[in-house]
Each structure stands twice: as structure tokens, then as C-alpha cells.
Nanobody, 117 residues
Framework: QVQVAESGGGSVQAGGSLRLSCKAS???????????MGWFRQVPGKQREFIAS???????NYIDPVKGRFTISRDNARKTVYLQMNSLQPEDTGVYYC????????WGKGTLVNVAS
């Protein structure tokens, strides 16, 4: 199971930017590197939803509402996945989590993003 720790959330005004980080601290590099990792978002009263993913080879995938605004990347040597979020909108508000997309392990605590209008 991937054990991760998310960070980088905060409160910003609409149009602002944040960079989220997700470190798989307990995963050895040779196990982390092949994984397709993703970011997910949950808002109160709704199910956790997929936002973006990055494969072991760097291929990326995004949901339509964040295309052109969010960029997912990874640093395998640091076992870390990033989510650069630009032009943030109030609808981007939520708790952001990262996990293995194919075989999700236990979820971390997430990091809260609050975008004020």
C-alpha cells in the first residue's frame, strides 16, 4: 500500500495559484516509480473525484474542468507527485488527496484548498 502525505494547500483568492505536493515516504523508489499516481478532490457531501494522473513514463491525464489550469508532475527520486494549480476558481475548493490510480492504497489526510471569490 502507498502511504502518502499531502501538503501545500491553503486559502487563495480566485485567480491565484497553489502547488500541492504528495510524498510517498514509506514506499521504496523501485516500487513507487512504476505506479500511475493521481490527485483526487473531495468536497463535503460529495464523493471523492479524480482530478489528474501521471504515469511512470510521464504521460498525464486531466478532467476537462482543470485542463490548461492544472499541471501534474512527478519526481521519482524524491517519490513525490506535484499538482501545480493556476487560475484557481471557487469550484476548485476541496480537500485534495493523492494515491495510486490503479491500485489505491490507504488514503492520506489530504490538504485543504479554499478558493475565495
Amino acid at each position: 500500500q502507498v502511504q502518502v502525505a499531502e501538503s501545500g494547500g491553503g486559502s487563495v483568492q480566485a485567480g491565484g495559484s497553489l502547488r500541492l505536493s504528495c510524498k510517498a515516504s514509506r514506499m521504496i523508489t523501485s516500487v513507487f516509480n512504476p505506479k500511475t499516481m493521481g490527485w483526487f478532490r473531495q468536497v463535503p457531501g460529495k464523493q471523492r473525484e479524480f482530478i489528474a494522473s501521471v504515469s511512470s513514463t510521464g504521460s498525464t491525464n486531466y478532467i476537462d474542468p482543470v485542463k490548461g489550469r492544472f499541471t501534474i508532475s512527478r519526481d521519482n527520486a524524491r517519490k513525490t507527485v506535484y499538482l501545480q494549480m493556476n487560475s484557481l476558481q471557487p469550484e476548485d475548493t476541496g480537500v485534495y488527496y493523492c494515491n495510486d490510480v490503479i491500485s489505491p492504497g490507504s488514503w492520506g489526510k489530504g490538504t485543504l484548498v479554499n478558493v475565495a471569490s
